[in-house]
């Protein structure tokens, strides 16, 4: 058979060229590579499917196959520039924008109310939020399996969600959490959906954006700081602590700050004291400010953060450094809800930020609150797989702002089923429908967890170029069949909202005849702090025991003699798998899983409980993002 084809292969930063015109011969080949190689042409040449690591899969899988199998006439294989697919960033910048205050009136938000940001961006002031019209609104969560380092695609799922929603009638606004720099510069590039399925402007909402992660980092370093000036004007009266518990923290990835001694030299720069840094997504404040329900809730956590203990053994807090009113002035704006919009002009709540691997990855309640006073329909997302995000939604967010439910949404990945089915990590975006099959537990495990919360489920599947129609087929029969869930396959990143109209009619459809039950929780306020963390590690996790350090023993002890029992648990641990060691991937069960340190949130009103090797200040890979992003002529690159 003869055919000729220009080929482009996309990439997530562009797209090559395969020669100007291919002409090639097809040998007979077996029927797997036959079925491999039509697959390939179907996604890529007819349907002009972009796809995350198109390019890369194709030269890995396909090459020793066109060795064997095709002839090209007359040219050879030549990488020319192409741009036939465009990068995130290029939809970006190709999507008509509309002036914020159109964006405010699609949710009947008059534009005298705003507080503009440019011409695309806005705060919303917190009075606007409507409690009995959020209490009607039907909120969905977006949720994952165990997540992979490529990512599972939540938030693509859950603008093309919205976006879907939308274009069958219902009105619906996303609410999502803020991107943090460290990741921005470091692994991702970027964390505000992908394809036409996005929120905007995307460089400003990845960078600086409001100034939200600024102002927690400021407000955290200078309640350091007064600290440490109180300590060294008190010295002289005998005051001080025998153990200062508040750290600094930083929006970037650095290894070389999570434990540092300050205050070397002369005595004029303070008293020497070890100490550290944790990263600004990890800080109580940004835990405070996705809690709060207002300005005095937030002036009340802010004064019952713990700094550390005097030589007594009794707590010092933010009340007695007597600096609250100073810290709150700095957060005031950081407090208001950001309001943008998506690739097709869908409103979007971008506010706060916390990672759920070491925090509780969700966005802040007054965004939530504020999308459901405006909207039929919200959607929102929490951090990483179910086993954390999801836990702390349902656990820590719903139980202290009252909030409950609809449905939850269940995101999945041939790739990432892979990976946890055994496959290597090289060789996953290759067919395999026994590493598939294989990787199905941890799916199911994700399922069982949603459901012992009452929730009902939808999974939906993001699908690459590279999956297969047998891969589907055996995804949608263990869903439809095995697991008696809904399936559907998400084509929001390369259509936009026509691509999703069929995950949204599912979603109403569940919504609508069988929403999910009053929340059942994983443990119930009377509960100690150790029975908490115990019920979450055995019953959600898989764990056969947990074990407890000592000096996680003693914060747990000293926390309960504070009046801190009936707070809830933020498990802080590895988002790769249900145990606390990353490699273990798949459903695991029957482990040990270790509790090594507590950090009591007092103002934020949970315990942190560290599992594992986990650390609250990450690093930075060999090969950062940071050395793809760039600026040139006028425009920033590599940022997605």
Not at 142 to 155: D, E, H, W
Not at 422 to 433: H, K, R, W, Y
């Amino acid at each position: 058979m003869l055919r000729s084809s220009t080929i482009g292969i996309p990439d997530r930063r562009g797209a090559v060229l395969l020669s100007r015109q291919v002409i090639f011969s097809l040998i007979p080949p077996s029927a797997a590579h036959k079925a491999f190689f039509r697959a390939y042409l179907r996604e890529i040449l007819h349907k002009r499917t972009t796809h995350l690591g198109a390019f890369s899969y194709f030269c890995t899988a396909f090459s020793p196959f066109l060795r064997e199998r095709v002839t090209l006439l007359p040219y050879s294989f030549t990488l020319l520039p192409l741009n036939p697919y465009m990068t995130d960033l290029e939809i970006a910048h190709s999507t008509p924008l509309l002036p914020i205050r159109d964006v405010a009136a699609q949710i009947g938000i008059d534009e005298t109310d705003l507080e503009q940001h440019g011409k695309y961006i806005a705060k919303v002031p917190l009075r606007l939020i409507d409690e009995a019209q959020a209490h009607n609104s039907r909120l969905i969560l977006v949720t994952s399996i165990s997540a992979t380092r490529a990512g599972i695609g939540k938030t693509t799922v859950s603008i093309g969600l919205a976006l879907g929603l939308n274009r069958i009638g219902r009105k619906t606004v996303v609410a999502l959490r803020e991107p943090s720099l460290g990741p921005c510069f470091g692994m991702k590039g970027g964390a505000a959906g992908g394809g036409h399925a996005q929120v905007l402007p995307m460089e400003k909402i990845n960078l600086h954006f409001t100034g939200d992660f600024h102002a927690i980092t400021a407000a955290h370093n200078m309640i350091a700081a007064l600290l440490d000036n109180y300590l060294y004007q008190h010295r002289a009266e005998g005051f001080g602590l025998k153990e200062v518990l508040w750290r600094r923290v930083l929006d970037v990835n650095d290894r070389s700050l999570r434990s540092i001694v300050t205050g070397l030299g002369p005595s004029v720069n303070g008293i020497p004291t070890q100490a550290g840094f944790d990263i600004t997504p990890a800080s109580e404040l940004m835990a405070i400010l996705c809690l709060a329900a207002d300005e005095a809730d937030l002036r009340r956590r802010i004064e019952n953060i713990l700094l550390g203990y005097r030589y007594d053994g009794s707590p010092f807090t933010v009340k007695d450094l007597g600096v609250a009113g100073g810290i709150v002035v700095l957060l005031k704006d950081a407090l208001e809800p950001n309001l943008v919009q998506t690739t097709e002009n869908t409103p979007a709540f971008v506010h706060g930020g916390p990672f759920a691997n070491i925090a509780h990855g969700c966005n802040t309640v007054v965004a939530t609150k504020m999308a459901m006073s405006h909207a039929d329909y919200v959607i929102t997302e929490a951090g990483f797989g179910a086993d954390l995000g999801a836990e702390k939604f349902y656990d820590i967010k719903c139980r202290k702002a009252g909030l409950q439910p609809a449905l939850t949404v269940l995101v999945a990945t041939a790739q990432g089923l892979k990976m946890h089915g055994g496959v290597p990590l090289d060789q996953i975006a290759q067919p395999n429908l026994e590493g598939l099959r294989a990787g199905l537990p941890n799916l199911d495990k994700h399922l069982r967890n949603l459901r012992s919360f009452g929730q009902n489920v939808v999974i939906v599947f993001n699908r690459f170029a590279a999956d297969t129609d047998e891969e589907m087929a055996l995804l949608r029969q263990h869903c439809e069949e095995v697991l008696e869930a809904p399936f559907v396959i998400n084509n929001a990143y390369a259509e936009g909202g026509a691509g999703a109209e069929e995950m949204a009619q599912i979603v109403v459809d569940a919504v609508e005849k069988t929403p999910s039950a009053p929340l059942r929780f994983a443990y119930e306020d009377s509960d100690d702090l150790r029975t908490k963390i115990e019920k979450v590690a055995r019953h959600l996790y898989g764990a056969a025991t947990v074990t407890f350090a000592k000096p996680a023993l003693t914060r747990l002890r000293l926390a309960e003699s504070l009046g801190m029992s009936h707070f809830p648990v933020c498990i802080a641990k590895t988002q790769f798998s249900f145990s606390d060691d990353p490699t273990r991937y798949g459903a695991a069960e029957g482990f040990d899983f270790l509790i090594r340190d507590i950090v009591i949130n007092a103002g934020a009103e949970m315990i942190v409980a560290v599992a594992g090797d986990i650390m609250r200040m990450p690093g930075l890979p060999k090969a950062p993002q940071a050395l793809n992003i760039d600026y040139v002529n006028g425009e920033i690159t590599g940022l997605s």
